[in-house]
Nanobody, 125 residues
Framework: QWQLVESGGDLVQPGGSLRLSCVAS????????MGWFRQAPGKEREGVSC????????KYGDSVKGRFTVSRDNARSTVYLQMNSLKPEDTGVYFC??????????????????WGQGTQVTVSS
């Protein structure tokens, strides 16, 4: 049974940093591209970042480029999202997702096969 469990969400002040983690179980994560998405209240889910199966290539949404960094440790079946220079508009529930195809697509929800339950990130003073 596939399972993705996110952690690391918190309340942080604008300009602060957080690192999210997502641990995969029930499948061999090393063969899958891994994505991060977020959903703010009243808004659609938005693609944040993706990393290919081996970590050689990454993709970011325009709103987070230069501030967020995605990485992975296949030995630990874990993918990370380092978030710096956080803004109030980064507030939302952050989800990780697994894509059977090992390469990143267009950061669309329908490209991913399995999802975690999400972790809340709140950026506020």
């Amino acid at each position: 049974q596939w399972q993705l469990v996110e952690s690391g969400g918190d309340l942080v002040q604008p300009g602060g940093s957080l690192r999210l983690s997502c641990v995969a179980s029930g499948f061999t994560m090393s063969g899958y591209a891994m994505g991060w998405f977020r959903q703010a209240p009243g808004k659609e889910r938005e693609g944040v970042s993706c990393i290919t199966y081996g970590g050689a290539s990454r993709k970011y949404g325009d709103s987070v480029k230069g501030r967020f960094t995605v990485s992975r440790d296949n030995a630990r079946s874990t993918v990370y999202l380092q978030m710096n220079s956080l803004k109030p508009e980064d507030t939302g529930v952050y989800f990780c997702a697994a894509r059977r195809r090992g390469y990143c697509g267009d950061l669309r929800e329908n490209e991913y096969d399995s999802w975690g339950q999400g972790t809340q990130v709140t950026v506020s003073s």
